[in-house]
């Protein structure tokens, strides 16, 4: 089959590098992640042969949710850096052939955000509440919350304002922490507002958009209860198998829903995609979008969006048929309207890959093993900070939690700190090179035992994850074959193993048991995921193991 894009656009085939500007690189000496530290990491994307690099936000922020809770969208934080240093970071990553992808988060503000403070200070049905989604609430007094809907944090998605004369009054709307009120997206003050922020952004030369929350702008505004709040808010925790009946159930009923994927969204989705166009044919945005497949292409369609995330192998089982399943609905979601197909195997919002497939060595061959995978197939391919490591998740102590999902479960889940912690640079102990400053606690402590999954230890080590994702990257660029639109699935006997062609001469194997398998393709090692032995008998691959031949 063929996979369809647009044309030859560059992030029809990237690879995009995700940092977590908090926890990427100290580089003015205060102990917290910074665009500083993001221009002295560049030399790291450049060796790994990256294309873009994606900029979680860094804007002015209280860091309630890690800085999806943005109180000015056109600014930069001073825990990050100043305007300068984001000009001076766009300027260098282009000089490096580096493209510059920033987060725009467009569902919500931070309640610290000018227009919220206004919105509390001002009486119901006034403009400055219409931005918002204030409801009078149900019961005799109002106070009762004006539906069942659930926040994705946990809890309720509603919290009850006291009004200017100190009574209690109207609810607003949050689908995720109390301090991020929803933006009503009938409101044009909101739709220029953020068609603004874009300008902003491409004015200052960014390359592209990451949309936060893009299925959720759009809210049937009678605030109708929901069948199953719970399920659909959980829907989008990414914790189901992707192809299990329940999974397929959720993402249906997401379809057009009350809180997600409503059709009319689509009409601000042209808007962006107008003023995109006016900067020129190389501006592009990636959407966050958990939705049912037949939903995905809507997002993507030539007068929308250019890219969907594609989520399934974030929890995609570790077997073969799970594996196949993933691929082909990967790229039937979006082949349908000719945009290309994108793969993530982390990001912060998800357990580490490692840790997801098991910890300990054989959680890391299976990572290993499913980089390769990703790595060889056609579209684009997102890369979370640390996945080029190797990392595990790190146990963070519950005290040291900073996760509003934590908070607001009453701790009954983790929540994603564990794949946040700062990145291991150099050296033996904590701070591991990641800040200069030797006395500093970390906003999230990093472990003892990282002395030989730093950049520097893995860079001497030829057999690290770090030298796998250099060579796969690199060849994914070079080798004609891997740049091609054109995969083809290889039936073969053994249920246990992933076959597929990749242009006119790369055969992809995957060995997802724990024995060695023989390959049912002769060909030469281009790269392999674990032990391989090529001999007279053919190839025989070892467990857990991916293998790249040239036939
Ligand atoms: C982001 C999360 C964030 C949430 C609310 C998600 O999609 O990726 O990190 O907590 O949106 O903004």
New binding site residues.
Partial sequence: MRVGTHDDSWWSRAAVYQVYPRSFRDGNGDGLGDLQGVIDGLGHLESLSIDAVWLSPFYPSPQN??G?DVSDPRAVDPMFGTLDDFARLVDQAHERGLRVIVDI?P??VSASHSWFVEALSSPAGSPARRRFHFVDGKGEAGELPPNNWESIFGGPAWTRVKEPDGSWGQWYLHL?DHT?PDLNWVNDEVRIDALNTLAFWLDLRVDGFRV??ALGLAKDMTYPDLIDPIGMSQSLRFDLDPGSAEAVERRAALANSAIFDRDEIHDIYRQWRSLLESYGNDKMAVV?AWVAPERASRYVAPDTLHQIFGFDFLVVAWDAKSIRDAIQHGIDAVSAVGAPPTWALS???SPRVVTRLGDGPEGLARARALALIAHALPGSVYVYQGEELGLCDVEVPDSARQDPVWFRSAGREKGRDGGRVPLPWSGSQPPYGFTDRADVSLWLPQPEHWESWTVEAEGDDPDSMLNLYRSSLALRRSHSSLASEEIEFWSVDDDELVVFRRGADVVVVANTSDQWLPSPVAGSILVASGPVVAGDAGVEIGPNTTVWLQM
Avoid: A, L, T
């Fill in positions: 949710d890690s999806y988060v569902n919500h995720f991020q936060d929350v966050e990001n912060h919002d």
